[in-house]
C-alpha cells in the first residue's frame, strides 16, 4: 500500500482503478469552484453557505473574519491545482492527493464540530454546504481506495 501512496517517483505510471481517475476529475472542479467561491464572493460565502451573521460584528471583525475566509479559500484552490498536475501530468501521484483533499475536508469538519459556532443555532437539516462535504467525503474515501486498489492486467483497463 505505501507504494501506491508513496512511490519512488512521481510520473504517469498510474496502477490504481481507472474510476479513481473519473472520480477525480469532479472533485477537483468542486474544490477549485469552492476555492475561488470563497475568495471572490466572501461575503456572500459567509452570510449564506455559514450562517455568520457577518452585520452583527464590528467593522474590524468583519474585515479579519473576511480576510481569513479568503486565506482559507486558497486551500481548496491549490489542492485543485496539485489534483489537476496528478490528473494531467503525475498520476501516481492520485492517491495522495486523494489523502490530502479527505484529510484537510475531514479534520475541516472535525474542527468545526468540537468547537461549532456558539452564536449559530443548529439547523434540524443539514444545509446544503454540509451534504456538498458529506457526499466529498464518500467520494474522497472511494476514490482514495480506488486508486490504491491495483489493476491485475494493465492493459486491461488503459492507463
Not at 52 to 63: C, K, V
Not at 99 to 114: D, H, K, S, W
Not at 132 to 153: H, P, Q
Request: hydrophobic share 55%; glycine share 6%; aromatic share 10%.
Amino acid at each position: 500500500m505505501s507504494g501506491g501512496l508513496f512511490p519512488r517517483q512521481f510520473d504517469n505510471d498510474y496502477r490504481g482503478r481507472r474510476l479513481a481517475l473519473w472520480l477525480l476529475a469532479p472533485i477537483v472542479l468542486v474544490k477549485a469552484a469552492m476555492g475561488a467561491n470563497t475568495v471572490l464572493n466572501t461575503r456572500f460565502v459567509i452570510d449564506t453557505a455559514d450562517a455568520i451573521p457577518l452585520a452583527d460584528f464590528s467593522t474590524g471583525a468583519q474585515e479579519a473574519i473576511i480576510f481569513m475566509y479568503q486565506a482559507w479559500g486558497l486551500c481548496p484552490s491549490l489542492l485543485a491545482m496539485l489534483g489537476l498536475v496528478a490528473l494531467i501530468r503525475y498520476r501516481s501521484m492520485t492517491p495522495l492527493v486523494f489523502l490530502l483533499l479527505a484529510v484537510e475536508n475531514i479534520a475541516r469538519r472535525a474542527i468545526y464540530m468540537a468547537d461549532p459556532f456558539s452564536f449559530a443555532a443548529p439547523p434540524l437539516t443539514p444545509s446544503t454546504g454540509a451534504l456538498i462535504n458529506y457526499a466529498l467525503m464518500v467520494l474522497l474515501a472511494t476514490g482514495f481506495l480506488l486508486s490504491l486498489w491495483n489493476r491485475k492486467d494493465p492493459r486491461r483497463e488503459g492507463a
